[in-house]
């Protein structure tokens, strides 16, 4: 199994500016996720994080609003840029290796937007 | 296009009772089913999946490929059941993301 480190665990920020979100593994993966969880909504995937690559985003998230790195096998980081209270969301990390289908999950971060 | 839908928001019970969560997929290949769970103050983790065929704390889950469900099933519920829960699909092969559904809040009253 893997374990997921995420800071913050939660954040109040001010509309119009941007928070890096950071994912540490405690082991080398292949694929990591970014979801967003909506207060009283399912989790709903953000993008892939790709190694050495830029992000594959899901239809309706874009890289200038959701900026992510991934310089190694090991950390991620996700940017919620520019804002709104719209953004206000659980925002989760997780990691997947091809031949364990079991997803581990980093513990959130709980980020509120005034 | 991927879809799972569990129609229970929440779901109350008491000790000792059947418990049943259900879930229900779209897809027009062949998935790969997982449930979820999430108690409180913990993270999401994964409690069981379809291929493996194993009970885990007493549920079970058969995917009925003509139902296209995935329900979630224990015979007698525990206090320590009371846990938000997610229904998620996968594709075998191909893209590795999950697909949740909108989860069901199980409470199980004393």
């Given at each position: 199994?893997?374990?997921?480190?995420?800071?913050?665990?939660?954040?109040?920020?001010?509309?119009g500016?941007s928070?890096?979100?950071q994912?540490?593994?405690?082991?080398?993966?292949?694929?990591?996720?970014?979801?967003?969880?909506?207060?009283?909504?399912?989790?709903?995937?953000?993008?892939?994080?790709?190694?050495?690559?830029?992000?594959?985003?899901?239809?309706?998230?874009?890289i200038?609003?959701?900026?992510?790195?991934?310089?190694?096998?090991?950390?991620s980081?996700?940017?919620?840029?520019?804002?709104?209270?719209?953004?206000?969301?659980?925002?989760?990390?997780?990691?997947?290796?091809?031949?364990?289908?079991e997803?581990?999950?980093?513990q959130?971060?709980?980020?509120?937007v005034v | 296009?991927?879809?799972?839908?569990?129609?229970?928001?929440?779901?109350?019970?008491?000790?000792?009772?059947?418990?049943?969560?259900?879930?229900?997929?779209?897809?027009s290949?062949?998935?790969?089913?997982?449930?979820?769970?999430?108690?409180s103050?913990?993270?999401?983790?994964?409690?069981?999946?379809?291929?493996?065929?194993?009970?885990?704390k007493g549920?079970?889950?058969?995917?009925?490929?003509g139902?296209?469900?995935?329900?979630?099933?224990?015979?007698?519920?525990?206090?320590?059941?009371?846990?938000?829960?997610?229904?998620?699909?996968?594709?075998?092969?191909?893209?590795?993301?999950?697909?949740?559904?909108?989860?069901?809040?199980?409470?199980i009253?004393?």
């Amino acid at each position: 199994s893997a374990v997921i480190s995420q800071k913050p665990s939660r954040d109040i920020c001010q509309r119009g500016t941007s928070l890096t979100i950071q994912c540490q593994v405690d082991s080398q993966v292949t694929m990591m996720f970014w979801y967003r969880q909506q207060p009283g909504q399912s989790l709903t995937l953000i993008a892939t994080a790709n190694q050495g690559s830029e992000a594959t985003y899901e239809s309706g998230f874009v890289i200038d609003k959701f900026p992510i790195s991934r310089p190694n096998l090991t950390f991620s980081t996700l940017t919620v840029s520019n804002m709104s209270p719209e953004d206000s969301s659980i925002y989760l990390c997780s990691v997947q290796e091809p031949l364990n289908t079991e997803a581990f999950f980093g513990q959130g971060t709980r980020l509120t937007v005034v | 296009a991927q879809r799972v839908t569990q129609p229970e928001k929440l779901l109350s019970v008491f000790k000792g009772a059947p418990v049943e969560l259900k879930c229900n997929y779209s897809y027009s290949g062949s998935p790969e089913l997982f449930w979820y769970v999430q108690y409180s103050r913990q993270r999401l983790q994964l409690l069981l999946r379809h291929i493996s065929r194993e009970s885990i704390k007493g549920f079970t889950a058969d995917l009925n490929k003509g139902e296209t469900s995935f329900h979630l099933k224990k015979p007698f519920a525990q206090e320590e059941d009371s846990a938000m829960y997610y229904c998620a699909l996968k594709r075998i092969q191909g893209a590795q993301k999950l697909v949740f559904g909108q989860g069901t809040r199980l409470t199980i009253n004393p």
